[in-house]
């Protein structure tokens, strides 16, 4: 992609580490999205269940009661592409049939129905890479090769949408999901290794716990600088996705990578 894309998050949850519970209703969450789409963002993630460490599963049908209006009602503005943050393919059945067009599933399309659910309405994956849930990722953090490991655990799942009929697959090598902190940072330095899955990648780092340990970012609201970084290392390093809270400040910073990059190809044609 010439250009890098931007995916503004929109958490629906009470319990998310980042702005668990500002938008509690879908007026404010249409008024958000909205938001979001005017500072640059592509595409915007709707998730109704937290993922971050520790938290606790969410029945399907609260996480459809807190996604599915919100969906329905952004389905109705032709600027915005929606996608659905879930690992449950009934809650992405739903919203597919609403107007969502991506899966984002943290799960990494652990459950087979995930695919056929795609499949059949036509979508695009977000294939993520996680080992355990968030109750229990932390204890899996233990690689001998994080970022040869990473891409062998992916391999399978992309080739099972694939198999599916998918035919738009990005893959995300889970920055902090059972991943230390150094663990994440060398994800991000090898970032371009995940190109040999032949899809485009997608990452995550906005205001991430992996931020966290280095100065002056130890509070959760003191790590957009390090957002930025990140995603324009991201970017620089082959992500054409990059998933963020903060879109006008990130759309910025990457303007300037794509025509950095926009000028290499040129030079280099």
């Known amino acids: 992609m010439a250009r890098t894309l931007v995916m503004g998050i929109l958490n629906l949850t009470p319990d998310s580490f980042s702005d668990g519970g500002r938008f509690a209703t ?35 049908d609260v996480e459809l009661e807190r996604v599915l209006p919100v969906v329905e009602r952004l389905a109705l503005d032709p600027r915005i592409r929606i996608s659905i943050d879930t690992m449950k393919p009934r809650v992405a059945a739903a919203c597919l049939e609403a107007g969502a067009t991506l899966v984002n599933d943290v799960s990494g399309l652990a459950d087979p129905d995930m695919a056929r659910v795609a499949a059949a309405a036509g979508a695009g994956v977000v294939i993520m890479h996680m080992r355990g849930t968030p109750q229990t990722m932390r204890q899996f953090a233990v690689y001998r090769d994080v970022m040869r490991e990473v891409i062998e655990e992916l391999r399978p799942r992309v080739e099972r949408a694939r198999e599916a009929g998918i035919r738009e697959i990005y893959v995300d090598p889970g920055i902090g999901f059972a991943k230390t902190p150094a663990q994440s940072f060398e994800v991000l330095r090898r970032l371009g290794e995940l190109r040999e899955l032949g899809c485009p990648i997608l990452i995550g780092p906005s205001r991430k716990s992996f931020l966290g340990v280095l100065p002056g970012m130890e509070e959760i609201g003191e790590r957009l600088e390090g957002t930025i970084a990140a995603a324009v290392i991201g970017a620089m390093n082959g992500a054409s996705v990059i998933r963020v809270h903060d879109v006008r400040p990130v759309r910025k910073a990457l303007s300037v990578v794509d025509a950095v990059r926009g000028e290499l190809w040129t030079r280099s044609s």
């Open 26 to 60: 879908p007026d404010e969450a249409i008024e958000e999205a909205r938001r979001l789409i005017a500072e640059g963002a592509d595409i915007i993630d709707v998730g109704g269940e937290s993922t971050r460490p520790g938290a606790h599963p969410v029945p399907e």
